[in-house]
């Protein structure tokens, strides 16, 4: 438990007031009582709001639930349905045609389309790796993966492999950066001649395609960076013939450095484990020493003692001459808790107060220690502080939102809008609704995307009434999922996004597959999306080369012509409509839901750990955080409403998968085992989520996880 001390009539955790007054607040010139002052008027203010608009959820879920409920067995009816929810303000009025209109916009969210990572920033050495994920070794990341067929034999470099990735990068080059003639495979010797880069190939000076693509080097000796530039990402080729590489190599070439991750969000919310003060403090510590350049983190690795910090700028000469500087890291956005959660971190009348709020005024702060750099690394040359807002329902929410952060720039005295929203597309109301959305905070907005997994988990929830839903395995093919995912883009470029923003795709939430991941997320940029997350700098790397392969600025024009998505199909819910599952069907998904629940609450709750590759039913590990476990408690919780399984098998297959789950974490010397007695409080955690399922506000996993997480916390 912590102690609290008195602020503003606050009660502010001891923790808490001691990072914000001792290292937050000093060197910004702000006054610490005055920053207390300001942000306990804005509780009063708007703590009530924050808790009618969450009464609104309840309220409205209790009517269509109703609503459903008289209805049941009957055919579906799409315009009534629209009509009813209309009626309840669920629905609301277009309006007239306007503009995103966001001022002072980083390129790499306004103009460059590229990967981006998500990770908990509450792991200091996953941050790290995140910012500095910018660029990345496409010779490693084909190598140490299964984008190449086969794999390293031996100890040590195995040439052959090597060979393949050397191969592999060459016709990546050749369509990315093509010669004027030859490829890139005959290459003998790359070379500056003049203000130009070329390339020696059989005796013969080649030239590039576009010769305008090349921006820089640097040269010492044999060795030399030349860097070239196509899409707006930037491809670096590395001469080093004393390398092992670069000697087996015809021109000393010894990697190809892409620009990867343009942009990582430094997660507080489903990837972080945060449930009280202490966890607070430690998640806004590792934000503050990234916004302040600072932040380190020691560590073993291979016997041996390593410590992470922030890269630098790569500085280059131009071509003509001159110094040319690129960023070294990705630019950070943080992703602040939603509305729904309260913390004790601060105390209004005994009381818990908004996380969200509490977010909101601690990680702008620390951004503006980024703000007020005059020299050095930078995060935003454009003087922006960038924060992403999940799980809000509808415009009045979105807006709430704008209000919110208005009153932390005047708390902090910043200007109006100098921070940026990014509205997660991951709520039915709010994708039903997605261009008022975007209107509420239209001079803010640089980002909305889709995510499958909480989308899901909130399309179950809302029409848990409606009916048993079709498996998850189907719900990928599903006419609403096409809808929603055609439907943020269509929003997004009618709304004048383009250039200005972001509009991004989900999770590829296998690690250890990119060899699918090279075939299957190329569509995220086809799809008109100027980014898409990926779980790692490797992925980062990957995935970096469809931005190379789609010039996704010219498929959003492409788009802007075609018909809209269509609202009927968005709200009529995935149902089996009287079609039978068998046995082996209904068991197989209840059995992999009930392991993937298990894998990871066990994780959350006994070791506070919020997002890590969990081993799936089949041994494959998947990355997994809150948004999984929402689908699949939703899932279960739906199929006990309408009886595909009862509540003995659920227990039954619960009980199965925890030997399961035992087994794949064998080798963890710090797991605690759920068998044989099923009384430890994960498994409890697991049996609330999906038994307690219906009664979840919005079927968010939060509510229970905190609760279980602070009861393991103070055995």
């Not at 009886?643 to 227990?651: A, C, F, K, R, S």
Request: net charge negative; proline share 4%; with cysteine.
């Amino acid at each position: 438990m912590s102690a609290y001390v008195s602020r503003a009539g606050l009660d502010v955790a001891q923790e808490l007031a001691e990072l914000m007054e001792t290292e937050v607040l000093p060197g910004l010139g702000l006054d610490a009582d005055a920053v207390w002052q300001g942000y306990a008027d804005l509780l009063a203010d708007l703590a009530p709001e924050n808790r009618r608009l969450l009464a609104v959820r309840g309220e409205m879920q209790g009517q269509i639930d109703t609503w459903l409920k008289a209805r049941k067995g009957q055919p579906w009816d799409a315009v009534a349905y629209e009509t009813f929810l209309r009626g309840i303000g669920y629905l609301v009025e277009e309006g007239g045609d306007f503009e995103v209109n966001t001022q002072n916009v980083d390129p790499e969210i306004a103009t460059i389309a590229g990967p981006q990572l998500v990770v908990p920033v509450m792991n200091a050495r996953f941050a790290l790796n995140a910012a500095n994920a910018r660029w990345g070794s496409l010779y490693d990341a084909l190598y140490g993966t299964d984008a190449l067929p086969g794999a390293p034999e031996g100890k040590g470099y195995d040439p052959k492999r090597g060979a393949q990735a050397v191969a592999w990068s060459a016709d990546f080059l050749d369509k990315a950066v093509p010669l004027a003639s030859r490829s890139h495979a005959d290459v003998t010797a790359y070379r500056r001649d003049g203000a130009a880069l070329v390339a020696e190939v059989a005796g013969e000076t080649v030239g590039f395609a576009d010769p305008s693509g090349f921006v820089g080097y640097t040269e010492e000796g044999e060795t030399a960076s030349y860097m070239l530039v196509h899409n707006g990402m930037h491809i670096e080729l590395l001469i080093d013939p004393s390398h092992v590489v670069g000697a087996a190599h015809p021109a000393g070439l010894r990697d190809v450095v892409l620009e990867s991750a343009l942009t990582a969000i430094q997660d507080c919310e489903d990837s972080v484990a945060a449930v009280d003060a202490e966890d607070k403090v430690a998640v806004y510590k590792n934000w503050l020493g990234l916004m302040k350049g600072d932040l380190a983190e020691t560590f073993s690795k291979g016997g041996k003692e390593m410590t992470r910090r922030l890269n630098g700028d790569k500085v280059l000469t131009g071509p003509e001459g001159g110094e040319v500087t690129l960023a070294g890291r990705a630019l950070l956005l943080v992703r602040n808790v939603g509305h729904l959660m309260t913390t004790d971190a601060v105390k209004l009348n005994g009381e818990e107060t908004p996380e969200g709020m509490l977010d909101a005024l601690v990680t702008v702060a620390c951004a503006m220690h980024d703000l007020n750099k005059s020299s050095g690394a930078r995060n935003s040359r454009a003087g922006s502080v960038y924060v992403v807002k999940p799980k809000m329902h509808g415009p009045e929410e979105v807006a709430f939102a704008n209000t919110t952060y208005a009153r932390v720039e005047q708390i902090l005295g910043l200007a109006e809008n100098t921070v940026k929203l990014g509205v997660m597309d991951e709520e039915r109301r709010t994708s039903a609704n997605l261009r008022e959305c975007i209107r509420a905070v239209k001079d803010r907005l640089v980002f909305i995307n889709t995510g499958f997994l909480d989308r899901t988990g909130d399309e179950i929830h809302t029409s848990m009434q409606a009916g048993a839903f079709i498996p998850k395995d189907e719900m990928k093919t599903a006419v609403w999922l096409s809808t929603y995912e055609n439907g943020n883009v269509d929003a997004g470029l009618s709304s004048g996004m383009q250039g200005k923003g972001q509009i991004g795709k989900g999770m590829w939430a296998k690690p250890d597959m990119m060899s699918e991941m090279l075939e299957a997320k190329i569509g995220h940029p086809k799809s008109g999306a100027n980014t898409a997350w990926v779980p790692s700098p490797t992925a980062a790397t990957l995935h970096a080369t469809h931005y190379h392969q789609v010039d996704v600025f010219a498929e959003q024009e492409a788009l802007k012509s075609r018909e809209a998505a269509s609202l009927t199909d968005l709200l009529t819910p995935p149902l089996l409509s009287g079609r039978n599952l068998t046995q082996d069907e209904v068991r197989r998904d209840l059995d992999n839901n009930c392991q993937g629940i298990l894998g990871y609450v066990v994780r959350w709750i006994d070791q506070g750990v919020g997002c890590s590759k969990v081993p799936d039913i089949n041994d494959v590990g998947l990355m997994e955080d809150r948004a999984t476990l929402r689908i699949s408690s939703q899932y279960l919780a739906n199929w006990l409403v309408h009886g595909l399984v009862t509540e003995d098998q659920v227990m039954d297959s619960l009980k199965r998968m925890a030997l399961e789950v035992d087994r794949q974490n064998a080798g963890d010397a710090a797991y605690q085992p759920m068998a044989p007695g099923f009384d430890g409080v994960a498994f409890a955690a697991a049996c609330d989520l999906i038994f307690k399922g219906v009664e979840q506000p919005s079927g968010y996993t939060e509510p229970v996880l905190h609760a279980r997480r602070r009861e393991a916390k103070a055995l």
